[in-house]
């Protein structure tokens, strides 16, 4: 029985450590692409208002919003970069407070779901698997659509559909090379205007109103 026991205990010891390890390998991560974008901090250097305040008090926002701590509670995250993430969701959808959320990345998660929810309370929530027929319901509406680059031809031909107070979150956008490229082909579509590049993911905006142009952003 004790040597059962110790082989528990050691069992759970090498799982902290593999955890702890983990943590430090996305910690060194996060600095590099941080320092590797340090120029583009807060906004620096963006001349629009529009834009300038998006990146401040949307993306860039610091000040702990009102259902972070309960959200942790319900749905705790261990990943700072997955949590900032679900944070920017949050952000998202209380900025956009669209009439749909569809999610088309491998599921719609528990997180996910509690996130968007906790920013647009009203807003319908529609997890989209890949080769489905997304629903007429969405033409003409204010959509937040959060997506990965390996479902951009989905995208791009939702892009006509929906209103261009619309916002378009695509993950995985540096990938890899091929990932890259389709980040570029979605931001030079005649739909897409103002994009913003955070290196995890990527924020495209439709209203062509505004001036095309693609943000490098320190997120």
């Not at 450590?17 to 320092?35: A, D, F, P, S, Y």
């Not at 989905?154 to 261009?164: C, G, K, N, T, V």
């Not at 103002?194 to 290196?199: G, N, P, Q, R």
Request: proline residues 3%; charged residues 25%.
């Amino acid at each position: 029985m004790r040597a059962y026991e110790a082989i528990n205990i050691m069992y759970e010891a090498i799982n902290i450590i593999r955890c702890k390890m983990n943590n430090v390998t996305e910690w060194l991560q996060t600095v590099g692409v941080w320092l590797s974008r340090i120029a583009y901090c807060r906004g620096f250097g963006i001349q629009s208002p529009s834009a300038y305040r998006f990146v401040r008090y949307v993306i860039n926002e610091h000040y702990p919003y009102y259902a972070y701590a309960d959200l942790q509670k319900r749905v705790p995250v261990e990943s700072r970069v997955a949590l900032r993430l679900l944070r920017l969701c949050l952000r998202v959808a209380n900025e956009v407070q669209p009439r749909y959320i569809l999610d088309f990345i491998d599921g719609l998660s528990a997180e996910r779901w509690e996130y968007f929810s906790a920013g647009a309370r009203r807003a319908c929530i529609l997890p989209v698997a890949e080769g489905d027929e997304v629903p007429a319901v969405i033409d003409g509406e204010r959509v937040v659509i959060r997506t990965d680059v390996q479902h951009v031809d989905a995208l791009l031909s939702l892009l006509p559909r929906i209103d261009s107070a619309s916002l378009v979150m695509v993950h995985g956008i540096h990938r890899d090379a091929r990932s890259r490229e389709t980040w570029q082909r979605i931001v030079g579509n005649s739909h897409a205007a103002v994009c913003y590049d955070l290196y995890y993911t990527g924020i495209v905006m439709l209203d062509q109103s505004k001036h095309k142009r693609c943000y490098t952003i320190n997120f």
